[in-house]
C-alpha cells in the first residue's frame, strides 16, 4: 500500500509540474480561440439540421429565422449573467464551459434522423418530386428542433462566457496588448460565420456521428491547454499588474455601472447596428449573386480555396492593427484613436455597400418565363408539370438560341450524360432539334469579371466591418470600470443578439417577402432586381446609423474631457 501511494504522489506531483505558472495571453487565447471556432462551426451545423426539415416540408419555410430570434433572444437575456459568474475563477470558468460544450453537443447522439426525400432534376422522371408544403409538425421533427434548439442555446451561452473570461483574464494581466487577442477571437467567430455553413459543416448532411466527433475531439483538446497551460488567478503569477478589486463587483452593482456607461453602451450599440448590416447582407448574399448575375455560388470552382484566401486579408488586417494599438508601439490603449480608427472604417463600409449594388449589372440575356420581375414556366415544358426541389434554380443553356433557362426540368430535360468531364443535359424540350442544353446560364461568361468584383467589394466589407469590431470591442473594454470588463463583454453579446439577429432579422425577412420573383411551394427560388438595391441600400443605412452613434460617442467623450480639464484650470489660477 505504501508503494502504491508513493507512485501515486509521484505521479500527481509529475503532472502537476505540467501546470505553467508565468502568464503568457497566448495560452489563453489559443484554446479559447479554437473552441470560438468550433462553437462557431456548431452553430452553422445546428442550423443546417433545422434547414434538413425545413428542405422537405416538416417544418414551415420561417422556422430558420423564427429559431434563430428565439436562440438570440436567450442570448440577449442571459449573456449578461453568464459573463458575470466565476469571475473570481476565471480559468475554472473557461475549463467549465469548455467541458460542457464538448458534453452537450453528444446530445446530437439521440436526433432521430431525418424523414427521406429524394429529389430529381428532369422533366418526366418516373419519381417525381414531392410538394414541399408544410402541413402539421410531427412527433420526431418537434424532438429534433427541441433538441437542436436547446444545444444552440447552450453554444451560444458558452461562447459568450468563454469569450468575456477570455478577454477579462488577458486585460487583467497583460493590458497594453489585449488589442491583438480581442481581434483575434472577432475573426475566430465572424470568418467560420461566413463560411461554415458553405463548406465546414456539410458533414452533417452525412452524418451527425463524424460531426460531433470532431467537436469533442477538438474541444477536449483545448479543454486540455486550459487546464495545464492557463496559470490558475489564485496562484502567485509572475506578472507585475495591479489586478481590479474583488469588492462591490455585485452582478446588479456592476451591470449597473455598465448600462450607466454611456462611451461604453453608445459602441455596444454601434456595434449591434453594424453587425445587423453584415449579418442581413451575408445571409442574403447567395440570393443577391443569383438576382444580379444569374450564377448560383455554392458548388461553383470559384468557392472553396479561393474565398479562403480573401479571409486572409481580414486576418493580416485584424493583426495589424491588433500590434498598432498595441505596446511597444503605444504604451496603453487610446480611446479617442479607437474612436476615430471605428469612425474611418465604418465609413467605408457604407461606401462599399452602395457600391456593392450599384455597379452596372453584366447583360444577362435573355431568361425563359422572366418578365417584368416576374416568373411563368416557359410554353415548351409545361407539359412536364415539373414539381420544384428545394433548390430549383440551377440555370441551363441553350446555345443554338443563347436562352437561359432556370433549371433543366424548365427546359424540359429528360436526361444527362458526359462529355469530356462535362455535364450535357439531353432530351430538353426547349432546345430545339438538338435537344441539348448546357449547365450555367448563357450569360456566364459576361457575368464572370462582374461575380468576382462583388466578391472582392465583399472581403473588403468583411474586413472593415471585422476592423471596427475590433476597436468597438476595446473601446468598451477601456471604458468601463475594470471590474466590469467580462459583464460588458455580456453586455456587447447581449445587445449584439438582440440588434442583429432578433429585430434585424425580421427586417430582412420582411424584405425578402416582398420582392421574391419565383416562389415554389413554400420556397423563393428567385428574386426581383430589386431586392439586391433594397438590400444593399439597408445595408448602407444601418451602417450610417451605427456611424451616427460613433459620432456622439466622440462629442460625449470631447465633452467629458473637456469638462474634467476646466477643475484643474480653475485649481491652478487659484494657486498662481
Same mark, same amino acid.
Given at each position: 500500500?505504501?508503494?502504491?501511494?508513493?507512485?501515486?504522489?509521484?505521479?500527481?506531483?509529475?503532472?502537476?509540474?505540467?501546470?505553467?505558472?508565468?502568464?503568457?495571453?497566448?495560452?489563453?487565447?489559443?484554446?479559447?480561440?479554437?473552441?470560438?471556432?468550433?462553437?462557431?462551426?456548431?452553430?452553422?451545423?445546428?442550423?443546417?439540421?433545422?434547414?434538413?426539415?425545413? @428542405?422537405?416540408?416538416?417544418?414551415?419555410?420561417?422556422?430558420?429565422?423564427?429559431?434563430?430570434?428565439?436562440?438570440?433572444?436567450?442570448?440577449?437575456?442571459?449573456?449578461? $449573467?453568464?459573463?458575470?459568474?466565476?469571475?473570481?475563477?476565471?480559468?475554472?470558468?473557461? $475549463?467549465?464551459?469548455?467541458?460542457?460544450?464538448?458534453?452537450?453537443?453528444?446530445?446530437?447522439?439521440?436526433?432521430?434522423?431525418?424523414?427521406?426525400?429524394?429529389?430529381?432534376?428532369?422533366?418526366?422522371?418516373?419519381?417525381?418530386?414531392?410538394?414541399?408544403?408544410?402541413?402539421?409538425?410531427?412527433?420526431?421533427?418537434?424532438?429534433?428542433?427541441?433538441?437542436?434548439?436547446?444545444?444552440?442555446?447552450?453554444?451560444?451561452?458558452?461562447?459568450?462566457?468563454?469569450?468575456?473570461?477570455?478577454?477579462?483574464?488577458?486585460?487583467?494581466?497583460?493590458?497594453?496588448?489585449?488589442?491583438?487577442?480581442?481581434?483575434?477571437?472577432?475573426?475566430?467567430?465572424?470568418?467560420?460565420?461566413?463560411?461554415?455553413?458553405?463548406?465546414?459543416?456539410?458533414?452533417?448532411?452525412?452524418?451527425?456521428?463524424?460531426?460531433?466527433?470532431?467537436?469533442? $475531439?477538438?474541444?477536449?483538446?483545448?479543454?486540455?491547454?486550459?487546464?495545464?497551460?492557463?496559470?490558475?488567478?489564485?496562484?502567485?503569477?509572475?506578472?507585475?499588474?495591479?489586478?481590479?478589486?474583488?469588492?462591490?463587483?455585485?452582478?446588479?452593482?456592476?451591470?449597473?455601472?455598465?448600462? !450607466?456607461?454611456?462611451?461604453?453602451?453608445?459602441?455596444?450599440?454601434?456595434?449591434?447596428?453594424?453587425?445587423?448590416?453584415?449579418?442581413?447582407?451575408?445571409?442574403?448574399?447567395?440570393?443577391?449573386?443569383?438576382?444580379?448575375?444569374?450564377?448560383?455560388?455554392?458548388?461553383?470552382?470559384?468557392?472553396?480555396?479561393?474565398?479562403?484566401?480573401?479571409?486572409?486579408?481580414?486576418?493580416?488586417?485584424?493583426?495589424?492593427?491588433?500590434?498598432?494599438?498595441?505596446?511597444?508601439?503605444?504604451?496603453?490603449?487610446?480611446?479617442?484613436?479607437?474612436? @476615430?480608427?471605428?469612425?474611418?472604417?465604418?465609413?467605408?463600409?457604407?461606401?462599399?455597400?452602395?457600391?456593392?449594388?450599384?455597379?452596372?449589372?453584366?447583360?444577362?440575356?435573355?431568361?425563359?418565363?422572366?418578365?417584368?420581375?416576374? =416568373?411563368?414556366?416557359?410554353?415548351?415544358?409545361?407539359?412536364?408539370?415539373?414539381?420544384?426541389?428545394?433548390?430549383?434554380?440551377?440555370?441551363?443553356?441553350?446555345?443554338?438560341?443563347?436562352?437561359?433557362?432556370?433549371?433543366?426540368?424548365?427546359?424540359?430535360?429528360?436526361?444527362?450524360?458526359?462529355?469530356?468531364?462535362?455535364?450535357?443535359?439531353?432530351?430538353?424540350? !426547349?432546345?430545339?432539334?438538338?435537344?441539348?442544353?448546357?449547365?450555367?446560364?448563357?450569360?456566364?461568361?459576361?457575368?464572370?469579371?462582374?461575380?468576382?468584383?462583388?466578391?472582392?467589394?465583399?472581403?473588403?466589407?468583411?474586413?472593415?466591418?471585422?476592423?471596427?469590431?475590433?476597436?468597438?470591442?476595446?473601446?468598451?473594454?477601456?471604458?468601463?470600470?475594470?471590474?466590469?470588463?467580462?459583464?460588458?463583454?455580456?453586455?456587447?453579446?447581449?445587445?449584439?443578439?438582440?440588434?442583429?439577429?432578433? !429585430?434585424?432579422?425580421?427586417?430582412?425577412?420582411?424584405?425578402?417577402?416582398?420582392?421574391?420573383?419565383?416562389?415554389?411551394?413554400?420556397?423563393?427560388?428567385? =428574386?426581383?432586381?430589386?431586392?439586391?438595391?433594397?438590400?444593399?441600400?439597408?445595408?448602407?443605412?444601418?451602417?450610417?446609423?451605427?456611424?451616427?452613434?460613433?459620432?456622439?460617442?466622440?462629442?460625449? $467623450?470631447?465633452?467629458? @474631457?473637456?469638462?474634467?480639464?476646466?477643475?484643474?484650470?480653475?485649481?491652478?489660477?487659484?494657486?498662481?
Amino acid at each position: 500500500m505504501s508503494c502504491f501511494k508513493t507512485v501515486f504522489s509521484k505521479a500527481k506531483a509529475r503532472v502537476q509540474s505540467w501546470h505553467k505558472t508565468d502568464f503568457v495571453a497566448k495560452n489563453v487565447r489559443e484554446p479559447i480561440f479554437g473552441n470560438i471556432i468550433t462553437i462557431t462551426v456548431a452553430e452553422s451545423a445546428a442550423y443546417r439540421i433545422v434547414m434538413q426539415d425545413v @428542405r422537405i416540408g416538416t417544418l414551415p419555410p420561417y422556422t430558420p429565422y423564427l429559431l434563430i430570434s428565439i436562440v438570440a433572444m436567450f442570448e440577449a437575456v442571459l449573456g449578461p $449573467l453568464v459573463a458575470w459568474l466565476g469571475y473570481k475563477t476565471r480559468k475554472r470558468m473557461m $475549463l467549465g464551459w469548455s467541458l460542457g460544450f464538448m458534453l452537450i453537443s453528444f446530445a446530437w447522439f439521440v436526433i432521430p434522423p431525418p424523414d427521406s426525400h429524394e429529389e430529381t432534376e428532369f422533366c418526366d422522371s418516373v419519381k417525381p418530386n414531392a410538394v414541399i408544403i408544410f402541413t402539421a409538425l410531427s412527433l420526431r421533427t418537434a424532438v429534433r428542433v427541441v433538441i437542436t434548439v436547446g444545444v444552440a442555446i447552450c453554444l451560444c451561452l458558452a461562447r459568450v462566457a468563454s469569450w468575456s473570461h477570455c478577454i477579462a483574464y488577458i486585460d487583467d494581466h497583460e493590458p497594453d496588448r489585449t488589442s491583438i487577442h480581442f481581434g483575434a477571437l472577432v475573426f475566430s467567430r465572424v470568418v467560420p460565420l461566413m463560411f461554415g455553413y458553405k463548406m465546414l459543416t456539410g458533414i452533417v448532411e452525412n452524418t451527425i456521428m463524424l460531426q460531433v466527433l470532431i467537436i469533442a $475531439l477538438s474541444t477536449a483538446w483545448h479543454s486540455y491547454k486550459i487546464y495545464f497551460n492557463v496559470p490558475n488567478p489564485t496562484r502567485q503569477l509572475t506578472v507585475a499588474k495591479a489586478l481590479p478589486p474583488m469588492e462591490d463587483r455585485g452582478f446588479f452593482r456592476s451591470l449597473f455601472r455598465v448600462l !450607466c456607461n454611456i462611451l461604453a453602451m453608445s459602441q455596444m450599440l454601434a456595434m449591434g447596428i453594424l453587425v445587423t448590416a453584415l449579418w442581413g447582407f451575408a445571409y442574403n448574399e447567395e440570393d443577391i449573386i443569383k438576382t444580379n448575375y444569374n450564377i448560383q455560388p455554392i458548388g461553383q470552382i470559384v468557392e472553396g480555396n479561393t474565398e479562403l484566401l480573401q479571409y486572409a486579408l481580414a486576418l493580416i488586417s485584424v493583426v495589424y492593427v491588433g500590434y498598432k494599438h498595441s505596446a511597444p508601439i503605444r504604451s496603453e490603449y487610446e480611446i479617442g484613436r479607437g474612436l @476615430r480608427h471605428v469612425f474611418k472604417m465604418t465609413f467605408l463600409a457604407i461606401l462599399l455597400y452602395v457600391a456593392i449594388v450599384v455597379l452596372p449589372p453584366c447583360k444577362k440575356g435573355h431568361v425563359a418565363g422572366l418578365e417584368d420581375g416576374l =416568373y411563368a414556366h416557359p410554353q415548351c415544358s409545361l407539359q412536364c408539370g415539373c414539381v420544384p426541389k428545394w433548390k430549383e434554380y440551377s440555370p441551363v443553356c441553350v446555345v443554338d438560341t443563347m436562352t437561359t433557362y432556370l433549371s433543366p426540368c424548365e427546359a424540359g430535360c429528360t436526361s444527362s450524360f458526359t462529355m469530356e468531364n462535362l455535364k450535357i443535359y439531353a432530351n430538353c424540350s !426547349c432546345a430545339g432539334p438538338s435537344g441539348r442544353v448546357a449547365p450555367g446560364a448563357c450569360s456566364y461568361p459576361n457575368c464572370t469579371s462582374g461575380f468576382n468584383l462583388h466578391r472582392a467589394l465583399f472581403t473588403l466589407i468583411l474586413t472593415f466591418s471585422m476592423l471596427a469590431f475590433q476597436t468597438q470591442g476595446m473601446v468598451i473594454l477601456k471604458s468601463v470600470d475594470p471590474r466590469d470588463k467580462s459583464i460588458a463583454m455580456g453586455m456587447m453579446w447581449s445587445v449584439v443578439a438582440a440588434t442583429a439577429y432578433v !429585430c434585424g432579422n425580421n427586417i430582412f425577412l420582411s424584405i425578402a417577402l416582398k420582392t421574391c420573383s419565383w416562389y415554389t411551394g413554400e420556397k423563393c427560388q428567385l =428574386y426581383q432586381q430589386r431586392f439586391s438595391y433594397i438590400i444593399g441600400f439597408t445595408c448602407a443605412s444601418l451602417a450610417f446609423v451605427s456611424l451616427g452613434v460613433n459620432l456622439v460617442a466622440r462629442a460625449y $467623450l470631447r465633452t467629458k @474631457r473637456r469638462n474634467a480639464d476646466r477643475p484643474e484650470r480653475r485649481e491652478e489660477v487659484e494657486t498662481d
